[in-house]
């Protein structure tokens, strides 16, 4: 379902402020690339140059950056991108899921990587208010088939947790 | 003559079990996410890539093309039955297939999709083997110029193909271009904006942020969107017909055209497999044999719009083979397969690697095969599939997405890339932007520094070889007419008008 944001001239939203910080991210690293590319090649001609590609890149990123906000500044923007559909998606909900996600990635050096998994999932489970049941069985069949698969026959090796 | 010896080349080179499981996985990976809601084969490409990298080239390539190609064929299922398209490029099949499928007719309208998308498969699997050998003839003329302006003209139609976004598709790409930059100059040795980050060093790599971009942004949509509701009432009549599988054949004309736009649509930089369905649809619904009206379950509707679906495949395998330039998102993340493998897909990869050739067309063929047969065995469970929860799903994803960044290098680094770049796709998503730009921007950027360094090294600083040569100058003059077309276009309208 596709939310259509009717954009008045010159009302500012947090779409166009990340389009514009782009722009001005790329502007400014090309100012600082002298002191961004170690050590700096000031002598080689500028088409040898280490700095001359990235140069340009940036260079279409800011100026591509700058043309998009102006073309958002009247326009009709769609809410969400047509690759991928997140105009119904709860944002506080997928930050959320975020934080459970990170973690979990401090969680399975320390603890190992069956029981972080198994807990990552049963948690999440539960946040989203996933049925008890259908948390149980996915956190169980999923992180010890994860495990059989991943650790004991693709030897993928996560540290040493002080559980499996 | 020569066409059948590599044919037959590729089916010995297909002759290992690690291919064959490959294969066989690929394919049903590829029909279980097709049918899956909100799962697309970007997904479970970015997050297989990883374990391709202990595979024979071959067998790894075999897993990710099943994949691609299974999807579309699973797409069909959930658009004919639940009128919910499980691919963009599937939305065309819903059109008919649907009303077809509530008028009782559902096991018709399936193998009727089935069939034509297996033609559409098989015949452009074989126009890869009958194109590539020439297209990579003339490519090998390519010098370091013609490869420079090759690249600039995908970009342009990368962008051009987002239409209204082209400027977001820019910035995006040249995004991409940059972070291909990141890590220590191949020519000079000097550290760039690695910000003395020792992980920075070699680079960022494609697989988290491939996985980031599509696996983890999904997923977090997925787990944050409210569970949708659709009519199920038709899934219990999922099922084949042995009359519906030979009826695409009465209506040759509508196949030619699925498969002429198909696979001529399908070699075009990312303007991929949803352009093509929709004027393979349109352009049937002008001459149709059969009288039904188009909406209301003509089977020409189905057969034009599925032959061109799949046969998108061959057709983004040919630039992919003969030019190392990815036209989607997902070729591009095959390329990875081949670049980790220290292969350069170009018109080089014919004479050096002729078996990898060969085996990607013989590959291409039987999977269809392996598809269509898995299709016909599996339907009515697999239907089912369309029940299950996308937050379910979601969570799986992204535990996968875990273990998929982190096995690239078995290196928690890979996972905060993911992580990163997942945030980052998600708010892309929010705010209207597209990423696929940023991964081929990634994926050709090095070539491109690298060609255009030689060009204009060779010609201190001169860009006349870009105009001297005629290849070149005619890839320069199909770059700048793309660009100045639009105003060409709406200068004749204005002339047009008063009159």
Request: charged share 10%.
């Amino acid at each position: 379902m596709k939310k259509a944001l009717e954009a008045s001239p010159w009302l500012w939203s947090w779409d166009k402020g990340l389009v514009l910080l782009v722009s001005v991210a790329a502007a400014a690293v090309i100012l600082e690339t002298p002191q961004l590319i170690t050590p700096y090649p000031a002598e080689a001609a500028w088409f040898e140059s280490a700095a001359f590609f990235p140069r340009v890149t940036l260079v279409l990123a800011c100026i591509a950056g700058l043309f998009e906000l102006y073309r958002r500044r009247s326009a009709v923007v769609l809410a969400d991108s047509e690759e991928l559909d997140s105009s119904t998606a709860n944002m506080r909900q997928a930050l959320g899921m975020l934080a459970l996600f990170g973690l979990y990635m401090l969680a399975v050096p320390w603890m190992g990587y069956l029981s972080s998994t198994w807990l990552f999932l049963l948690v999440s489970g539960a946040w989203l208010g996933l049925s008890r049941r259908a948390t149980l069985s996915l956190s169980v069949s999923l992180s010890l088939g994860m495990w059989l698969v991943f650790v004991k026959v693709l030897k993928v090796y996560f540290g040493h947790g002080w559980l499996i | 003559m020569e066409f059948f010896d590599s044919l037959s080349q590729g089916f010995a080179a297909l002759g290992t079990w690690q291919i064959a499981i490959a294969l066989l996985i690929g394919a049903a990976l590829g029909i279980v996410v097709g049918v899956l809601p909100g799962v697309g084969p970007g997904v479970t490409i970015a997050v297989l890539l990883p374990f391709t990298y202990g595979m024979a080239p071959l067998a790894g390539i075999s897993l990710l093309l099943g994949v691609y190609c299974g999807a579309f064929y699973g797409g069909a299922v959930t658009s004919i039955l639940i009128r919910t398209p499980g691919e963009a490029s599937s939305i065309m099949t819903m059109f008919d297939g649907y009303p077809m499928a509530k008028n009782g007719q559902a096991q018709r309208a399936l193998s009727l999709a089935f069939m034509s998308a297996f033609v559409g498969g098989i015949a452009s699997a074989l126009l890869l083997g009958l194109a590539a050998r020439p297209m990579a003839g003339f490519a090998a003329r390519f010098g370091a110029p013609e490869s420079v302006m090759a690249i600039v003209l995908a970009a342009v139609c990368v962008g051009k193909a987002y239409r209204k976004q082209f400027a977001s598709a820019m910035m995006m790409m040249g995004l991409g271009f940059f972070l291909a930059t990141v890590g220590i100059d191949p020519n000079s040795n000097e550290q760039r904006y690695t910000f003395g980050i020792a992980g920075l060093l070699s680079g960022i790599p494609l697989v988290p942020v491939a996985v980031g971009l599509f696996g983890m942004a999904q997923a977090l949509v997925m787990v944050s969107s409210p569970v949708p509701r659709f009519d199920a009432s038709l899934i219990k009549n999922a099922g084949l017909s042995w009359r519906g599988f030979l009826e695409p054949f009465k209506y040759p004309k509508a196949m030619a055209k699925g498969l002429f736009l198909g696979s001529a649509i399908g070699v075009l930089p990312a303007v991929g497999a949803a352009l093509s369905t929709s004027l393979a649809y349109f352009w049937a619904q002008r001459s149709a044999k059969d009288p039904t009206p188009f909406g209301q379950g003509n089977p020409e509707g189905i057969v034009a719009a599925e032959c061109a679906n799949n046969s998108n495949s061959g057709g983004a395998m040919i630039t992919v083979l003969t030019l190392g330039i990815p036209g989607d998102a997902i070729t591009a993340i095959i390329m990875g397969v081949f670049v980790v493998h220290g292969i350069v897909p170009g018109p080089s990869l014919f004479m050096e690697r002729p078996e990898i050739i060969n085996g990607v067309l013989a590959s291409l063929l039987v999977i269809n095969v392996v598809i269509l047969a898995l299709l016909v065995m599996t339907v009515k469970p697999l239907a089912r599939l369309a029940y299950v929860n996308p937050r379910i799903l979601g969570l799986a994803i992204l535990a996968l997405c875990f273990v998929g960044a982190f096995s690239a290098a078995n290196s928690m680094y890979y996972v905060i890339i993911a992580a990163v770049f997942g945030v980052l796709g998600l708010v892309c998503a929010r705010a209207n932007i597209p990423t696929i730009p940023l991964i081929l921007g990634m994926v050709m950027g090095d070539t491109l520094e690298a060609t255009l360094r030689q060009t204009l090294g060779r010609s201190d600083g001169s860009f006349m070889p870009f105009i001297d040569r005629p290849i070149s100058a005619i890839l320069v003059a199909t770059t700048c007419l793309l660009f100045v077309w639009p105003f060409v276009s709406g200068m004749f309208e204005k002339h047009k008008k008063p009159s």
